[in-house]
């Protein structure tokens, strides 16, 4: 009985992880660009008593084996890159992508991070940044006099400055897409990381080579849905409560043993 014990632990530990999980995508059902994430299960060891196969006299065998399961534990998380629902904005520096493709930024220390969150603006030096101040990369510069912004589905990024009655092409937004997006390692600020897993990055005009589009003037929303976290949670619960049960029922035999031989 000791073994029920901590097998129905291990089954406590995976769903207080799921919960922990869910709890993390309904906390950014609000953020622009995230990604929900799941948790993915496995069994652990068996505890092999009798072997399929093995013979059970000198002419017969065993048609199957006696195996018995120690429990299950994460194996991983995994990220869920659906599209998310898209929304128009005031701002014509915000873009949305449509399609596969992460929008690229410099980070502090040199190195590049990805990200789906395209609620940009610009900074004290006219460069476009991301809502934390990280540069997009490639830099791109507003000019100073300029009166609009246009931002086409390909990243061309141009910039109507005042005395002119043309737009000037300041810039190209690229876009970077990865053999394995799932590997991206999350790191916070709506930000990735590239991973041995997740491959090098591919990088390429915005509708080219399996990417998507951008969409001025809007945002991509996160695609975590509510009702089906709700519905998770509460399976979350319910098996929470028979790990638990489990443990009681193992609790209540053993009182019996100890009361009753």
Do not use: H, W
Request: no cysteine.
């Amino acid at each position: 009985m000791a073994s029920a014990l901590n097998i129905a632990q291990t089954g406590l530990d995976a769903q207080q992880t799921r919960l922990s999980i869910i709890s993390n995508n309904l906390a950014n059902v609000a953020t622009t660009g995230y990604k929900k994430t799941r948790p993915n299960f496995e069994d652990l060891l068996y505890e092999t008593i009798s072997q399929p196969g093995a013979s059970s006299s000198q002419s017969t065998e065993l048609p199957s084996g006696l195996m018995l399961g120690t429990g299950v534990r994460t194996v991983s998380t995994a990220k869920i890159f659906t599209q998310g629902t898209l929304s128009q904005t005031e701002n014509a520096l915000d873009v949305a992508i449509q399609g596969r493709g992460f929008l690229q930024v410099l980070l502090p220390d040199g190195s590049t991070a990805y990200t789906r969150d395209g609620g940009l603006s610009m900074n004290s030096q006219g460069q476009i940044v991301t809502s934390s101040g990280y540069q997009v990369d490639p830099a791109i510069t507003i000019p100073a006099s300029t009166l609009s912004v246009t931002i086409a589905p390909d990243g061309t990024v141009s910039a109507l400055t005042a005395g002119n009655t043309a737009p000037t092409q300041i810039g190209n937004i690229q876009l970077a897409d990865f053999i394995n997006p799932q590997g991206l390692q999350p790191i916070g600020q709506n930000l990735f990381k590239e991973s041995v897993s997740s491959g090098n990055p591919q990088t390429s005009t915005p509708g080219l080579n399996g990417l998507g589009t951008l969409i001025q003037g809007s945002t991509e929303g996160s695609n975590v849905n509510p009702v089906e976290e709700l519905v998770d949670m509460i399976e979350t619960q319910r098996s929470y409560e028979m790990n638990s049960k489990a443990i009681q029922t193992v609790d209540e035999m053993l009182q019996f043993v100890t009361q009753q031989l």
